[in-house]
Nanobody
Framework: QVQLEESGGGLVQPGGSLRLTCVSS????????MAWYRQAPGKERELVAS???????NYADSVKGRFTISRDRVRNTVYLQMNSLKPEDTAVYYC?????????????WGQGTQVTVSS
């Protein structure tokens, strides 16, 4: 059974930084794509950043230039470096892994880690 576990969330002041880590276990193959989503209270879950094969990355406009996604493809691990954090970045951040393996379409989620940006 594949599991994703996030860590690194917490309380930080505006302008500060955090680094989120998502570690996977139980997978017998390398994920096609890994991503970070977030969900703020009363809002829908939204894509923050994604990393697909061939070093392709994608960011939400609201985090471009401040957040950086990176991956260890061998270990199926993904990171999110968050700099210049703003109060509107406050949300639960979720790790996601998705793709197709031998015609099996998969879409895994972690439990989430809380990020709170406040003075």
């Amino acid at each position: 059974q594949v599991q994703l576990e996030e860590s690194g969330g917490g309380l930080v002041q505006p302008g500060g930084s955090l680094r989120l880590t998502c570690v996977s276990s139980g997978s017998k193959f390398r994920f096609d794509a890994m991503a970070w989503y977030r969900q703020a209270p009363g809002k829908e879950r939204e894509l923050v950043a994604s990393s697909r094969s061939l070093e392709s990355t994608n960011y939400a406009d609201s985090v471009k230039g401040r957040f950086t996604i990176s991956r260890d493809r061998v270990r199926n691990t993904v990171y999110l470096q968050m700099n210049s954090l703003k109060p509107e970045d406050t949300a639960v951040y979720y790790c996601n892994a998705n793709g197709i393996y031998v015609r099996y379409e998969y879409n895994y989620w972690g439990q989430g880690t809380q990020v709170t940006v406040s003075s």
